[in-house]
């Protein structure tokens, strides 16, 4: 077989709701440790908040650390713009999130758990308590130790950057450390940590409940399982969609657009603006396609159609860069400074249209050299929206 | 012995003990690697990223300082990537500061601007991000100016005060564009903890931070015919200034600085050697009575330990952090004011000056000095005590300023009445010293005899550990000193403020026995203060304090009460240690301030 | 002890002394008072014994810890992208009209501080605000005068 399906498949494993959580923990944690991480490995089941790690790989990495301490990190400091599936997951089917969460610290041997709620989803909290304060109740009754707590985090994007956000935690300014050492081996309080992203939990909980062989024979070769999108924009159904990875941007534009489509940007502001000419050769998956160019996402899909101008687009993200940077380090800090500043320039006839060049080698330096992933891919967008409308940038 | 492992650098094979970093690797193998947030007193940052390298394999860029050494890493620190993205960052840095070098204090000694020298940064592609924040110049403080607008935000500046001082008056604030270096709610440095130690100006790669300088001030006091313009120099002096001349760490110039002094223009040089002299009479007295009063009187109010009190740096510390220990320090004026007092009342009167037309000019490689000098209780003379304090660095401007070719300079000696020293006096200028000149003259006013150790060197107390400690039992003591038999004398070191810090929170905790404790505000004591020359590391600290050692073996005179000059004071003028115009002239009180 | 004192202590007793109980207070201090004055955060570096700078470096930091004297209902409305593009800017005339400031400004009566935020993840229902912790989305200008309407009924 060539190629696989790059159809649009829905799914619905996330959000149905069989109350069976009680049944699922137990079971789970009846099981050996390795024998849920062999599950998890041989789901191919990646990080959903965007950077792909294995998960499996992850909590098996932490599981062979020594220390007697470790934790157990929820990230739900969702803050990519046009992403907001973590908080629907939250509200919605809080108890799979924390059920992910007992197995792991079951796994890796962590008795403690957090969840980093970004401020913004601060109303959340009493619901999310109740649920947490049922969840710990039912533990105690099967004798499993493991408590779970909320962190509030207080405005600020980059905490979602997985080491920033344990400095957060530890009452600090939220900023990326240097890696190595990774979180498996040295993350929140400098102990072995699993943060896993809100999504990439409710997925294990999929699994735990099927087996991995349900969640693998869902996508494509390396982008295994379903995914939630986040569609917003020009979109007469903005919503949350769960959708089999490694569908076309074709098929996702003829299922969500408004039949005047320009573009689409995948994987939130950091992520890459998809121009028309390219919807039928961009996947959304991780990586190795057969064919065409293929694009890992958070799952934000934003929708421009034609009477957007993207000139408008890259301003308005630039904007949040500048604000939103952690300021650590050169290129991130004063690289988003500059391209915000650029762009201005060129449109307003203080710098040739050349100096759009400029700032395109500037990207690929920022790529090269930001501390942390998101200082490497901010310039993303930046390249994407440039070099498919140009024209829209000068005029 | 750590284990071993193999790299390769630009094709070069590299044996590395395991867990060294990219950067460091290189520097053992003699390959250079920018950097700018890089620095070896602190803690690895990886922000400014100028130090990216690439690994072989790798997608990214690394940044060598912060990147550990593994196996069979194939590095490569001038590879095309590598350079234009460390242009870039360059260009970067640059846009965002005020890069009007030939307006700066910094020009020619300035990290950025050796970069961008480097690599020829020809042009100014990127907009100029400067001139649209509201950058303002904090220069309240009378020893350290802030500028802003030249700051890249390296945070060495805020590492230096957390990590060598613990005084955490500088942070960062805000984050993205706005990010910046600041202080609490964005005060001025002269409002907050700052305790004047100049450390984050050493540290700073650019002009950022810099002294409040008061070059032309002592110009025109030395261009006035009607003003006896008299200097003196701190002992730290003579073994940094070379540096700041073009010569190697820990040279001694001392005799080539009084002939440029003399030069200059200043009607007499002297030394602040001779008041460290003096602050040991003093000081060393000062602790004799608080432990007689402690062991015979049983005056449970004597407060011990006794600590020194010549670091203004450390004196801002205690006054902010331990105000409640303010009494445990030494009431004896540092040796700067205490010859800024004497020379508008002993000098001026032995050389029939009136005191008002003289200028008293200080050398010293400190900055918190600056705020001393200021200090409004420093006016026993009746008039401002020492009235302009210069760094190492400013008289150093100052012999280029002059066309002073230094090296072609004959040594001069030192003027008369202030001007001469022991070897005690010399060793005020490393941590430890102050506490080895006391402890070879109470021993030897106690006992009659020398200090116990080979050629006076007493060794524990020397050395560069953050906090030293040592004790000295005295045996068969003068019969006015019987109390003492058999007591041990216990001292402790300390320097850093960071290492202060350790000190006095065994002190206050109760958990010290220490009669005597010697602080100094700066790393390696006065030779590594805030007013020397840049940059400094460990290595250059140690350079300099062998040279001051070296000075001290080499001086005729060794102990501070053998001093002919001091013994000549105490005949004519102050009559005996302790006394009425000793306590008027040369002790002083210190003021609580505000921790938070 | 001034209530500010209490807030902090009790904050302080609750949520422990340590490094990492920092933010809790300071959203603590936050909730109650709407910012962090120079001096409650004095008096938090005073209690978990920290240098002030550091807890001033630290709050500045995130956005939603102000700094500034706040009003008693604090809008955030958002400017990222979606909501950009689904009318943002008609909204916030409608509440500068009806408020009579401007963004970044407190009414005179301290009761409404009127700021710009980044992403709320409410892009499916753009244009979305916050008023303190609660969530508004598909705004339009009527239903925004609608609902501070009710606000400005409540006491200040």
New interface residues.
């Given amino acids: 077989m060539a190629f696989e399906s790059y159809q649009l498949k829905r799914a619905d494993f996330i959000f149905k709701n069989e109350n069976d959580w009680e049944k699922i923990l137990s079971r789970t944690l009846s099981r050996p440790p390795q024998e849920i991480i062999n599950e998890l490995m041989s789901s191919e089941l990646k990080g959903r908040g965007g950077a792909g790690f294995p998960t499996g790989l992850k909590w098996k990495l932490t599981a062979e650390e020594s220390a007697s301490v470790k934790y157990v990190i929820c990230n739900a400091d969702e803050g990519e713009p046009g992403t907001f599936k973590d908080r629907e997951i939250l509200s919605l089917v809080p108890y799979k999130v924390l059920v992910a969460m007992a197995v792991c610290g079951y796994v890796i041997g962590a008795a403690n758990g957090f969840i980093y709620l970004r401020g913004e989803y601060k109303y959340l909290v009493p619901e999310l308590n109740k649920a947490i304060k049922e969840f710990e109740y039912y533990c105690k009754e099967i004798n499993h130790n493991f408590n779970i707590s909320i962190f509030l985090g207080s405005g600020?994007y980059?905490c979602g950057e997985e080491t920033a956000l344990f400095d957060s935690m530890e009452g600090k300014?939220g900023e990326p450390r240097?890696k190595?050492p990774y979180p498996t081996s040295s993350g929140y309080m400098g102990k072995p940590t699993v943060i896993n992203n809100v999504e990439t939990l409710a997925h294990t909980f999929t699994i735990f409940k099927y087996g991995a062989k349900k969640f693998y024979d869902l996508g494509v070769q390396y982008s295994r399982g379903s995914k939630l999108f986040s569609v917003s924009g020009d979109t007469p159904k903005p919503g949350i969609y769960e959708l089999e990875l490694g569908m076309s941007l074709q098929d996702f534009v003829e299922e969500f657009g408004d039949g005047d489509t320009k573009a689409v940007q995948v994987g939130g502001a950091s992520g890459f603006l998809v121009p028309r000419k390219k919807f039928a050769e961009t996947a959304i998956g991780y990586k190795g396609k057969l064919t065409g160019i293929s694009l890992p996402t958070g799952g934000s899909m934003m929708l421009f159609n034609s009477s957007r101008s993207m000139y408008n687009v890259l301003d308005n993200y630039l904007e949040f860069?500048?604000?939103?940077?952690?300021?650590?380090?050169?290129?991130c800090?004063?690289?988003?400074?500059?391209l915000y500043?650029?762009i201005k320039?060129v449109k307003r006839g203080e710098?040739p249209a050349q100096?759009l060049d400029?700032l395109l080698?500037?990207t690929?330096?920022m790529?090269?050299?930001?501390?942390c992933g998101l200082g490497?891919s901010v310039a993303n967008s930046f390249s994407s929206i440039v070099e498919n409308f140009r024209e829209e940038m000068i005029y | 012995m750590s284990e071993k492992i193999n790299i390769t650098i630009n094709g070069m094979p590299v044996e590395v003990e395991q867990g060294k970093t990219i950067l460091e690797a290189a520097d053992q193998s003699g390959v250079i690697i920018p950097s700018l947030c890089y620095h070896k007193d602190l803690c690895?940052?990886?922000?400014?990223?100028?130090c990216?390298v690439e690994v072989v394999g790798q997608k990214?860029?690394s940044?060598a300082c912060?990147?550990?050494c593994e196996e069979g890493m194939e590095i490569r620190t001038n590879s095309l990537?590598v350079r234009?993205?460390r242009k870039?960052?360059i260009e970067?840095?640059l846009?965002?500061h005020n890069a009007d070098c030939t307006r700066c204090y910094k020009n020619g000694n300035c990290e950025l601007q050796n970069l961008a020298s480097e690599y020829k940064i020809m042009s100014q592609?990127?907009?100029p991000?400067a001139p649209?924040k509201k950058y303002t110049i904090d220069m309240f403080s009378p020893s350290i100016i802030k500028d802003n607008s030249k700051c890249?935000?390296c945070?060495r500046c805020v590492r230096t005060c957390?990590e060598l001082q613990g005084?955490?008056?500088?942070?960062?604030?805000?984050?993205?564009?706005?990010?910046k270096i600041?202080?609490?709610?964005e005060k001025a440095m002269n409002d907050?903890?700052c305790t004047n130690c100049g450390q984050c100006i050493n540290h700073c790669p650019t002009g950022a931070l810099v002294e409040r300088n008061y070059i032309e001030e002592v110009w025109e006091a030395i261009a006035n015919p009607n003003l006896h313009v008299v200097v003196q120099t701190a002992p730290a002096v003579r073994v940094g200034l070379g540096e700041e001349l073009g010569m190697q760490p820990g040279t001694r110039v001392t005799g080539k600085m009084v002939a440029a002094l003399k030069r200059l223009g200043f009607d007499s040089v002297l030394d602040t050697d001779f008041t460290a002299d003096l602050t040991i009479i003093e000081e060393g007295h000062e602790l004799l009575s608080r432990l007689k009063k402690a062991l015979v009187d049983k005056d449970k109010s004597v407060k011990l330990p006794m600590a020194t009190s010549c670091s203004p740096g450390w004196i801002k510390y205690i006054e902010h952090m331990y105000p409640e220990y303010l009494e445990n320090l030494s009431t004896c004026k540092s040796p700067q004011q205490m010859f800024g007092a004497l020379v508008k009342t002993y000098y001026a009167k032995a050389r029939k000056l009136s005191p008002d037309k003289i200028i008293s000019v200080s050398i010293m490689p400190c900055t918190a000095k600056k705020f001393e000098a200021n200090r409004p209780e420093m006016h026993d003379s009746g008039y401002r005590d020492v009235d302009y304090v210069l760094t190492t660095r400013e008289l150093a401007i100052m012999i280029k300023q002059a066309g002073i070719d230094f090296y072609k300079l004959e040594d001069a000696k030192f003027d008369r009445l202030m001007g001469e020293s022991s070897g005690a006096g010399v060793i005020f200028g490393a941590t430890g010293g102050v506490m080895e000149a006391a402890l070879r003259t109470v021993y030897a006013v106690v006992t009659g005899r020398d200090v116990p150790f080979e050629n006076l060197d007493i060794t524990p107390v020397r050395g560069m550990e953050g906090v030293r400690e040592a004790s000295i039992k005295i045996e068969n003591p003068q019969p006015e000193w019987a109390f003492l038999d058999g007591v041990e004398l216990r001292c402790a070191v300390a320097h850093g403020l960071v290492n202060a810090k350790k000190v006095m929170d065994d002190v206050a905790a109760g958990k010290s026995n220490f009669h005597f404790i010697e602080i100094m505000a700066c790393p390696g004591g006065c030779l590594g203060g805030g007013g020397q020359p840049i940059p400094t590391s460990p290595e250059i600290r140690q350079k300099r304090a062998e040279a001051i050692y070296a000075e001290d073996a080499g001086m005729p005179i060794r102990k501070s009460h053998e001093n002919p000059e001091i013994l000549k004071i105490y005949e004519d003028f102050l009559i005996k240690p302790l006394g009425e115009k000793s306590h008027h002239l040369l002790h002083t009180h210190y003021v609580g301030r505000n921790?938070? | 002890m001034n209530p500010v004192q209490d807030l902090i202590k009790s904050l302080a007793d609750k949520h422990g002394k340590n490094r990492e109980n920092l933010l809790p207070i300071l959203q603590g201090v936050v909730e109650q008072e709407k910012y962090l004055s120079?001096y409650s955060?004095?008096e938090i570096?005073?209690e978990l014994d920290l240098?002030?700078?550091?807890?001033?470096?630290t709050a500045?930091?995130y956005s939603f810890l102000e700094?500034k004297k706040m009003g008693k209902y604090i809008i955030r409305v958002c400017k990222t992208i979606t909501c950009s593009m689904k009318g943002k800017n008609q909204i916030l005339h409608a509440i500068e009209d009806m408020l009579k400031v401007s963004i970044g400004e407190t009414t005179p009566d301290g009761k409404f501080s009127l700021m710009q935020t980044n992403c709320l993840g409410w892009c499916h229902k753009a244009p979305a605000m916050l008023i303190n912790n609660d969530i508004y989305t598909e705004l339009t200008p009527e239903k925004v005068r609608e609902i501070l309407g009710e606000y400005m009924k409540r006491e200040s």
């Fill in positions: 600020a980059i300014r240097n190595p860069f500048k604000e939103e940077s952690c300021g650590q380090c050169t290129p800090r004063v690289g988003c400074q500059q500043s650029g320039a710098k100096y400029k080698k500037l690929e330096t790529q090269l050299t930001a501390k490497q | 690895v940052a990886g922000n400014c990223r100028v990216v990214r860029l940044a912060a990147t550990p990537n234009n993205s870039h960052i970067l840095l846009s965002e592609d990127f907009i991000l649209q890249i935000r945070q957390a005084v955490n008056a500088l942070t960062v604030a805000f984050k993205g564009d706005e990010m600041t202080t609490f709610f907050v903890v921790r938070f | 120079e955060m004095i570096a005073r240098p002030a700078a550091e807890v001033f470096g500045t930091f700094h």
